[in-house]
């Protein structure tokens, strides 16, 4: 047993996990699985990427790594556009899309059906616009410098790991603690009460997904920091995203935290001990013993 | 001209094992309100059980029992029913997107398996020899096309009317009451999660047929064809036939493969040869906008579900 898979999984864990939040908060709040997930994550990484690339036509400097990590200052700024684009990706889909079959009264069904619609139409469309070929944020290698316990990370993956834990920490304080986090709740546990006592079902449902899409961008990025960035990463990441949001329990954000560093850990030692290319397949057996043994996930209540 | 009539038999023939399919997610979705995001993972294992059985024996893989091959049909629906069984054991009693997310993830572990047990499965280079029905005309290729075409059409024909005819039985009746309101439904003693869970594993097993007359007619099987998109065509197939109608069934498969067929025949002559794959992303956008469309703008598709299915009753309220 190698200790380098336990770092590896914490930071393909700490993708996963971020990726999930949106998930499970979209599940929650909005009722529907949300199969056009994954694709806001590789949305949100090939966004990033054209904003850095103009960004970096502009000025020049932005490009030069800034010590010690592999990146520099225009990958920042680059995230901060790339977190808007994906956002108004997610909030434009719900308008003419999500938001016109709640309308509607339509079944959450007809929904999940039409979020798998939309998914092949934008993965395909990331196709036609980037090609296939994978794509990279920089091109720089990085030494990975040794931790003790003959564990070994790059700079560019302990900052994952701390940005992902100080994003948590902020959600879970916004949503616990905050009027639109106890709002968000409200809903999730009944719109229609929710509505009654005054909560605007609306602005909740926006506030949902600019949480969620920025998450999403931000789980993408980093994964395509960590390996590369292409079409089809997002529909790769969505059965482990699934798997994390569901075993931490639907509408949990330090669940689908859990979930998603559980996930990656697994996966990690699945190629240590069983080989990489079964790695897919353990989030699908996360998934199954979860709905057999506890369906309602580590931190769900039940009747979900 | 017999050239094109052969190749119009062939079209027909891989349209109506996608009809097969159609038939098969109508028992699931149309008739039940299941959603099923993993046809390619059950079309895909009827496919290499039926291969493993009816293969000649081969050195490097386990199976080639050189069975006939109507034994492979048959074990491939067994196999397709048994693991809609089990999804449908592990999921029914849960609300409804639980059963669309395992069985994508069926769909993912089964692709896996198809790649990577090459020991059974032959991996990424597929099974070949797998035996054809009518494989003596094999030479004449109009001949040959058209007895498979007449033979996948009895298959479609026997199947569209068996499943009619259980529409219109008390089981399809309930299977709709259940779909309609569960909880009246339940109070006239039906029971939903059984029915769902029967419903479901007849569609499993529908599909795995599919795969089986698939794989045999065009004799070569390899995992990149059971990748979601396939998923996704029959969805939209049966989204744009009309779900709930056995015949938008049908019409969807043959409209969509038709539209699949000649975008892609469109693209091979205007694209060139570096572009081409570039370019049949584009058919993919173009069907998941499609699926959009009809779900925001006409959800019953073109042949939409006949209300009133008992013959006691007529068609009444056929305008409803």
């Known amino acids: 047993?190698?200790?380098?898979?336990?770092?590896?999984?914490?930071?393909?864990?700490?993708?996963?996990?971020?990726?999930?939040?949106?998930?499970?908060?979209?599940y929650s709040i909005l009722r529907f699985a949300n199969f056009t997930h994954g694709d806001f994550l590789a949305w949100g990484a090939y966004l990033t990427l054209t904003v850095a690339g103009v960004l970096g036509g502009l000025a020049a400097g932005l490009g030069a790594p800034l010590y010690p990590f592999s990146f520099g200052w225009g990958l920042p700024l680059a995230v901060m556009g790339g977190v808007i684009l994906t956002v108004a990706l997610a909030l434009g889909l719900d308008r003419?899309?999500?938001?016109?079959?709640?309308?509607?009264?339509?079944?959450?069904?007809?929904?999940v059906m039409a979020s798998f619609g939309a998914s092949m139409a934008l993965r395909s469309l990331l196709e036609f616009i980037f090609t296939a070929k994978p794509a990279y944020f920089t091109k720089a290698l990085q030494i990975a410098k040794p931790l003790g316990l003959g564990m070994r990370a790059t700079p560019d993956q302990l900052l994952v790991i701390g940005l992902t834990g100080a994003l948590v920490?902020?959600?879970h304080l916004f949503v616990t603690r905050s009027d639109t986090g106890r709002a968000m709740r409200a809903v999730s546990e009944n719109p229609n009460l929710a509505s009654v006592f005054g909560v605007d079902v609306d602005k909740i449902v926006r506030v949902t997904w600019i949480i969620g899409a920025g998450m999403a961008c931000l789980a993408g990025?980093?994964?395509?920091?960590?390996?590369?960035?292409?079409?089809?990463?997002?529909?790769?990441?969505?059965?482990?995203?699934?798997?994390?949001?569901?075993?931490?329990?639907?509408?949990?954000?330090?669940?689908?935290?859990?979930?998603?560093?559980?996930?990656?850990?697994?996966?990690?030692?699945?190629?240590q001990i069983i080989g990489a290319e079964w790695r897919a397949a353990i989030s699908f057996i996360i998934l199954v013993l979860v709905l057999m043994l506890r369906p309602q996930g580590l931190f769900g209540q039940r009747g979900a | 001209m017999m050239e094109i009539l052969a190749y119009a038999a062939f079209f027909l023939t891989v349209a109506l094992t996608y009809a097969i399919m159609c038939l098969g997610l109508n028992v699931q979705w149309g008739q039940t309100g299941l959603f099923n995001v993993g046809i390619a993972g059950f079309v895909g294992l009827g496919a290499y059980v039926s291969a493993a059985l009816t293969t000649p024996d081969a050195a490097d893989r386990i199976g080639g029992f050189d069975l006939p091959i109507v034994v492979g049909w048959l074990a491939a629906m067994a196999a397709g029913g048994l693991l809609a069984l089990a999804v449908g054991l592990l999921t029914l009693r849960m609300r409804s997107d639980y059963l669309a997310i395992t069985t994508f993830?069926?769909?993912?572990?089964?692709?896996?398996?198809?790649?990577?047990?090459?020991?059974?499965?032959?991996?990424?280079?597929?099974?070949?020899?797998?035996?054809?029905?009518?494989?003596?005309?094999?030479?004449?290729?109009?001949?040959?096309?058209?007895?498979?075409l007449a033979l996948t059409g009895l298959v479609v024909a026997a199947l569209y009317l068996l499943l009619e005819h259980l529409l219109r039985s008390p089981w399809g009746r309930a299977l709709r009451a259940v779909r309609e309101d569960e909880v009246a439904a339940q109070a006239l003693g039906k029971n939903p999660?059984?029915?769902?869970?029967?419903?479901?594993?007849?569609?499993?097993?529908?599909?795995?047929?599919?795969?089986?007359?698939?794989?045999h007619f065009i004799g070569f099987i390899a995992p990149g064809n059971y990748l979601p998109m396939m998923t996704f065509q029959v969805w939209a197939m049966l989204i744009v036939g009309g779900s709930g109608n056995n015949r938008g069934a049908l019409l969807g498969a043959v409209l969509v493969w038709a539209i699949w067929a000649l975008s892609g025949a469109l693209i091979s002559e205007v694209f060139p040869a570096d572009q081409q794959a570039r370019a049949a992303s584009l058919q993919i956008v173009t069907i998941g906008v499609m699926l959009c469309v009809i779900l925001l703008w006409r959800p019953q598709g073109i042949l939409p579900e006949v209300r009133s299915v008992s013959r006691h009753l007529g068609r009444r309220n056929k305008d409803q």
């Not at chain 1, 047993?1 to 393909?12: T, Y």
């Not at chain 1, 059965?239 to 859990?258: E, K, N, Q, V, Y």
């Open chain 2, 105 to 148: 993830g069926i769909a993912v572990a089964l692709q896996l398996v198809f790649q990577n047990a090459e020991i059974l499965t032959g991996g990424a280079f597929g099974m070949a020899f797998i035996p054809r029905p009518f494989a003596g005309l094999q030479g004449q290729a109009f001949a040959f096309n058209i007895v498979n």
């Open chain 1, 169 to 171: 920490l902020a959600l």
């Open chain 1, 96 to 111: 003419i899309l999500f938001g016109r079959l709640r309308a509607r009264g339509a079944d959450a069904i007809i929904i």
């Open chain 1, 1 to 26: 047993m190698n200790p380098q898979a336990f770092i590896d999984g914490l930071i393909s864990g700490s993708t996963i996990g971020l990726g999930a939040i949106g998930l499970t908060l979209t």
């Open chain 1, 221 to 271: 990025v980093m994964a395509g920091l960590l390996v590369q960035i292409r079409p089809y990463m997002g529909f790769d990441l969505l059965l482990p995203l699934f798997a994390a949001a569901i075993l931490g329990g639907i509408g949990s954000i330090p669940g689908a935290m859990l979930g998603g560093l559980i996930i990656g850990l697994a996966e990690a030692f699945t190629v």
């Open chain 2, 193 to 215: 999660v059984l029915l769902r869970i029967q419903a479901f594993a007849l569609g499993g097993a529908i599909m795995a047929l599919a795969g089986a007359v698939q794989a």
